[in-house]
C-alpha cells in the first residue's frame, strides 16, 4: 500500500549508500567489515524520509557486519541497537548484503546523493580503494551530496577536486575522534588503527571538529556532510535529507 506524502515532487530521491567489504586487521588480527549501525540506522531515516536506497560496496559481493556491531554477537557491545536488530531480522533488508553490486556499477546521474558508512574494514581497505576516491570526487564535482561517517569519513583523505587540492582543505568535517581511538586502544590493550583520522584530517587542512566521545554527532560543510562515529548514523542521513531539501 503506497502512503500519501506531502511533497514537492513525486520523484523519489535517490541515495546511494556504501559499506566496505570484508577483510582482516594488520593491526589485531581480526576479521573487519563495515559497522552495522551506520548503515541500518542510515537506511531507517532515509526509508522514512520516501528515499530510495540501494547498498553498493567498492568490490561487490557479500558484505559482513564487524562483530562487535553486530546486536546478537556474545559481547553484547552492540546489543542495544534495535534498529540493527529490526533490519537483521528482516529477510529482504538482509538479502541485500549477500550479493551487493560493485561501485562500478554506480552511475552518480543515477543518484542525488551518497554516503559512505564506516567500521574497522575502511581503515585497511579504503585508503588503496581509487575507484572509490575519484567516485566521491565525481559526486562533490557533480554538486551532489556527499556523506561519510566514523572510519568510512577516511576515504575523503584520499579525494581529490578538479584542481588537485584535498577535498577537505579548508573544510569543516568530524569522524572517528582520537579520543575514541584512545578509549578503543585501551579497550583491546593495543593499537586498534593503523592511523587516526583527525590526524590526518587536521594534516590536510580540514577543520575537524568532534563532540564528546562516542555522542551521536554530526556536521554540513555545503554539501559535504560527516558524521562522527557509530552512534551518528542517523544524524548524518537527517543533515542528507535537509540538504537535499526534500
Known amino acids: 500500500m503506497s502512503r500519501n506524502i506531502d511533497t514537492v515532487t513525486t520523484k523519489a530521491k535517490r541515495v546511494a549508500i556504501i559499506v566496505a567489504n570484508p577483510a582482516v586487521s594488520s593491526t589485531t588480527g581480526w576479521p573487519v567489515g563495515f559497522w552495522a549501525s551506520e548503515l541500518t540506522h542510515a537506511y531507517h531515516e532515509l526509508q522514512l524520509s520516501g528515499y530510495e536506497t540501494t547498498i553498493f560496496s567498492p568490490a561487490g559481493g557479500k558484505v559482513d557486519f564487524d562483530a562487535l556491531s553486530d546486536p546478537r554477537d556474545e559481547s553484547g557491545y552492540s546489543a542495544e541497537d534495535i534498529v540493527s536488530l529490526g533490519f537483521i531480522h528482516t529477510p529482504a533488508l538482509m538479502q541485500l548484503l549477500e550479493d551487493t553490486p560493485s561501485i562500478a556499477e554506480l552511475r552518480v546521474a543515477d543518484f542525488d546523493a551518497v554516503i559512505v558508512a564506516g567500521g574497522q574494514s575502511p581503515m585497511f581497505t579504503f585508503p588503496e580503494a581509487q ?6 570526487a565525481e559526486f562533490y564535482e557533480n554538486e551532489k551530496v556527499t556523506a561519510a561517517l566514523c572510519h568510512g569519513v577516511c576515504a575523503l583523505l584520499y579525494v ?13 568535517i ?8 584512545d578509549f578503543a586502544d ?4 593495543q593499537k586498534v588503527m593503523p592511523f587516526r583520522i583527525e590526524d590526518e584530517a587536521k594534516k590536510l587542512g580540514a577543520n575537524f571538529i568532534a563532540a564528546g566521545a562516542f555522542k551521536p554527532f554530526a556536521v554540513r560543510d555545503g554539501r559535504l556532510i560527516t558524521g562522527q562515529q557509530q552512534y551518528s548514523g542517523a544524524a548524518t542521513a537527517r543533515l542528507v535529507v535537509e540538504a537535499l531539501g526534500v
Not at 160 to 172: E, N, R, S, V
Open 186 to 189: 585501551q579497550v583491546v590493550g
Open 160 to 172: 581529490k577536486t578538479a584542481d588537485g587540492q584535498p577535498l577537505i582543505a579548508g573544510k569543516t
Open 174 to 181: 568530524t569522524g572517528f575522534a582520537n579520543s575514541e581511538e
Open 131 to 136: 575507484d572509490l576516491h575519484r567516485l566521491l
